[in-house]
């Protein structure tokens, strides 16, 4: 029986099958928001691949196998899996494989069939080996570039610093816990690695160096966001107010944040109905804001919705208010939730990868951008923050803290 060409004519129904599975499976959430074509990403050449491997009468196309692994590995990092995702989906793959043959195995000689089983099982081995390869590769130059860029952040961190010493202790203490991890992770990594070069491929090693990347982008933003705080109290932050599309600004922080909510199964609603035609702000300084209240009501929400309402006020105000069905914010803490690196002190409300630093940051960008934000909030129950902005704003002038 010719096993090479009974691959060929199932490749679709092998594809269709295993896209289904990925899906369905649980434990790949990962692949929840991906369209087919990105689940089904190198596995059709893969298994073309794999049929002349278990051709008699063509040359084995290894180096496809190979190639389309490298970068199915560097895909998946890209996509945020994790490295046991990536070893469920090659599982996956081969229990569809062998359903699918299984009617035509059983009329197969014994010899065919041991033949089948142990190239399909060597081919499957090989790909996740070169899946993993440039996995790991590339969580290595992700994490490459979060150290570069924290080199070169730190000289002007420094700096502003010993210009602001008010919150050094506070941003000492922020900084210590994910900078342990990431150093005792990296020292974790490269013991291993010298011991037993095997262990580079292994999920545990994978999931080491994902500690590491998670905890220095981590780290990252939260530099970033305190340069934000310190370029604003030194006057430097400007604004460049022009002529934008408010819906379609919006939209673009909704399809940015979407898979976010998605992941937590929130359900995200945008009511731009009476939203102004044309308002003249800074595009970038606005974003910031839609991000900023998106992303923060999205973190502290469980189950429910996170909805956005964008509206004309008056003939110069307009609006934007975004409500989740979240955690709430008690009466005490509502007049300091504004204040950089203030978190709620109550362990039930609070979110583990917290700066307390971004409704600082909106706060002071709804200022520089001459309007206001309020805040109403009932603990349990959750939070809405109203951002009221003007349709133009006056000046582009460089904002002062005087």
């Known amino acids: 029986m010719n096993f090479s060409q009974l691959l060929v004519e199932k490749r679709d129904t092998i594809l269709k099958n295993w896209v289904e599975a990925v899906r369905l499976d649980r434990q790949i959430s990962s692949a929840d928001d991906l369209p087919g074509s990105a689940i089904r990403d190198h596995l059709p050449d893969v298994l073309m691949a794999m049929a002349t491997v278990l051709s008699q009468s063509q040359d084995s196309d290894i180096q496809s196998i190979v190639q389309n692994s490298l970068e199915h590995g560097v895909l998946r990092a890209a996509q945020g899996f994790a490295p046991t995702e990536i070893a469920r989906e090659y599982r996956l793959l ?46 290595l130059r992700e994490l490459q570039q979060l150290q570069t860029h924290a080199e070169l952040t730190n000289q002007e961190l420094t700096r502003l610093l010993k210009a602001n010493q008010e919150n050094v202790s506070q941003l000492a203490h922020e900084l210590k816990t994910p900078l342990n991890s990431i150093i005792g992770y990296s020292e974790l990594i490269l013991r291993s690695s010298r011991k037993n070069p095997e262990v580079q491929g292994t999920v545990p090693h994978l999931q080491h160096i994902e500690r590491v990347v998670r905890n220095g982008r981590l780290l990252l933003r939260l530099i970033n966001d305190t340069l934000e705080i310190s370029r604003y109290e030194s006057g430097k932050m400007k604004l460049n107010p022009e002529p934008i599309d408010v819906r379609s600004s919006i939209d673009d922080v909704f399809q940015m944040l979407h898979p976010l909510a998605a992941a937590k199964e929130l359900q995200m609603v945008v009511d731009c109905e009476r939203a102004p035609e044309k308002v003249v702000t800074d595009p970038l300084r606005l974003q910031q804001i839609i991000t900023n209240l998106l992303s923060n009501a999205i973190r502290y929400t469980e189950s429910g919705s996170v909805k956005l309402t964008c509206q004309i006020l008056s003939d110069n105000q307009w609006s934007i ?45 709804v200022k520089l951008m001459q309007g206001k934000i309020e805040l109403v909030s009932l603990l349990g129950v959750g939070s809405t923050f109203t951002v009221i902005l003007p349709l133009f704003v006056k000046t582009p002038a460089s904002h002062s803290t005087t």
């Open 321 to 365: 208010a975004v409500s989740d069905t979240g955690v709430g914010i008690a009466p005490e803490d509502q007049l300091r939730v504004f204040d950089p690196f203030f978190r709620a002190d109550n362990s039930s409300t609070r979110v583990p990868d917290s700066t307390g630093l971004g409704l600082a940051i909106v706060s002071q960008l």
């Open 94 to 139: 081969r229990q569809v494989i062998f359903s699918t043959l299984e009617a035509d195995l059983l009329e197969g000689t014994a010899r065919e069939v041991m033949r089948v089983y142990s190239v399909i099982d060597a081919t499957i081995d090989e790909a996740i080996a070169q899946c993993f390869k440039s996995y790991v590769d590339e969580r």
